[in-house]
């Protein structure tokens, strides 16, 4: 006859909520994280309150390898503001990725050229095949070469001041606030699309 079946089950019932928290904590920081899409800076790609899921795979691989993660030009991706201060609810921001180091971007007469070594005439990188389709025309007017182990980004929703991004006084975003890009839009159920 056990003395303390009453103790032993509690022990087993901590280990347990111990381990699934280990476990979130594991996946959350190392596989996929989930976030709500804030604001209109996306459309028609991405809408307020959708639920998104971000892969963290990529990045934690070329962690591993001592690596910064390089994201594909046209994904959508999730990174830290790096003018995040507490308290300001955009800590984390989706955009789609423009441009690279070394590589000068021009946004001019309503459109986006991008020029580097194999394009020096220049090309739109709005027309490579990416989930979704960035609006037209493009506000503002930018001339600058993207610095070293930093991106370029750009909202989908380029008109007027819709979208806070590269363009428009956020800057470029270095590498290692990259959290990972976009693999799947959850919520709505209806809208449910893998990127």
Do not use: C
């Not at 308290?87 to 590589?103: L, P, S, T, W």
């Not at 976009?182 to 919520?187: C, F």
């Amino acid at each position: 006859m056990e003395r303390h079946p009453g103790l032993r089950d509690a022990l087993h019932f901590l280990l347990f909520v111990g381990l699934v928290f280990v476990g979130v904590i594991i996946i959350n920081s190392f596989i996929f994280r989930s976030f709500n899409v804030v604001g209109r800076s996306m459309e028609t790609t991405l809408n307020n309150g959708d639920r998104l899921i971000v892969n963290r795979l990529p990045v934690t691989i070329s962690n591993l390898k001592n690596q910064s993660y390089k994201p594909n030009r046209g994904d959508i991706i999730v990174f830290k503001n790096p003018q995040f201060v507490q308290g300001n609810r955009d800590e984390y921001i989706v955009k789609r990725v423009i441009a690279f180091a070394g590589e000068r971007v021009v946004v001019k007469d309503g459109k986006i050229t991008v020029y580097n070594n194999e394009h020096p005439e220049g090309f739109n990188p709005d027309t490579l095949p990416t989930g979704g389709t960035p609006g037209s025309p493009t506000s503002g007017e930018k001339d600058e070469i993207v610095a070293d182990n930093t991106i370029f980004v750009s909202g989908d929703h380029r008109q007027g001041n819709y979208s806070y991004d590269s363009r428009s006084g956020l800057g470029t975003i270095p590498l290692y606030d990259i959290v990972g890009p976009v693999s799947m839009r959850l919520w709505p159920i209806t809208q449910v699309k893998t990127f």
